[in-house]
């Protein structure tokens, strides 16, 4: 049997995400996971699955795999795919940090998760309306004491942004990176966020257009999908890490359901430098469905 193809990623390609799970133990009011429908796959790879898929990629150093959900501590494998993926992929995690961090700590290596980059590799996110700040900075001052990269990142919803705005001056009086993020979605009516596609996600009209990506999105099954709303309203991917003729195709693709897209997919962000002005999407000839 022939060596399965290696995943080149495009050299403008800008994030590579991957969804262990999309299950979580919190259930903010305000996911953006479920902006949408929640229609996406709950099937889930072995951690062996995911390794061998993972390690197919050619990435470079300053493009990690950011494992995420969901909470991705939720896979049962999850330390076994730490440890596993090959060192020349360096890896990021997203996460709520609600997992045994001394298991942690004592099976994982703080440098497989640390890089040369303007920003923390463990990113964990706050969610005043589901969790306590103390035990969480607890947790992360142990992680950081044992040498791990890590810091915490809180979403300014308009409900609770005062609160979260204190949370950084506090957790960054104790020596922690505590940065915001912008709230993304609906709240009592108005839609809020920055996007490069004014109207595309307020979900009032369907259109198709050309779309193309900067981004390898991959589902809990290893499905790859041409964006964020693809894979979480359960649209059929592109194909899956696990085939083992599986390329990126870089091209621009039809979309009919241009007006559903998810907001992380069209808002204006910063790239993996942190500079401002990237999107996810590019799209282009628009016209009426």
């Excluded at 009011?29 to 898929?53: H, M, P, Q, T």
């Excluded at 923390?120 to 992680?143: C, G, W």
């Excluded at 559903?260 to 401002?276: A, L, M, S």
């Amino acid at each position: 049997m022939s060596e399965p193809k290696p995943i080149v990623i495009p050299g403008h390609y800008n994030y590579i995400a991957v969804f262990l799970t999309l299950a979580c133990n919190l259930s903010c009011s305000y996911c953006i996971n479920r902006f949408g429908s929640d229609g996406f796959v709950k099937k889930r790879l072995s951690g062996e699955d995911w390794v061998k898929a993972l390690n197919r990629i050619k990435s470079r150093d300053d493009l990690p795999i950011t494992l995420q959900g969901g909470e991705p501590s939720l896979h049962k494998d999850f330390i076994y795919i730490l440890n596993n993926v090959k060192r020349e992929l360096n890896i990021d995690v997203l996460t709520n940090l609600q997992f045994d961090e001394d298991e942690f700590i004592s099976k994982v290596d703080p440098a497989r998760i640390k890089r040369d980059s303007p920003y923390a590799s463990i990113r964990v996110s706050y969610h005043p309306e589901v969790m306590a700040l103390d035990p969480l900075v607890k947790k992360v001052l142990k992680l950081q004491n044992a040498g791990f990269s890590i810091g915490i990142w809180g979403v300014l919803h308009p409900k609770q942004e005062a609160v979260v705005r204190e949370a950084q001056k506090y957790c960054q009086g104790l020596g922690i990176d505590f940065r915001f993020k912008e709230f993304l979605g609906e709240y009592e009516g108005k839609m809020y966020g920055t996007y490069r596609y004014n109207g595309a996600c307020d979900r009032k009209y369907e259109k198709t257009v050309m779309c193309k990506t900067t981004e390898l999105i991959a589902g809990s099954d290893g499905s790859v999908y041409r964006c964020h709303s693809d894979l979480y309203e359960g649209r059929p991917p592109v194909g899956n890490l696990t085939d083992p003729e599986f390329e990126i195709e870089d091209i621009f693709r039809i979309c009919t359901v241009c007006g559903r897209c998810n907001p992380c997919d069209i808002k204006v962000k910063t790239n993996r430098f942190q500079e401002y002005g990237h999107t996810s999407v590019e799209i282009k000839d628009i016209t009426a469905a």
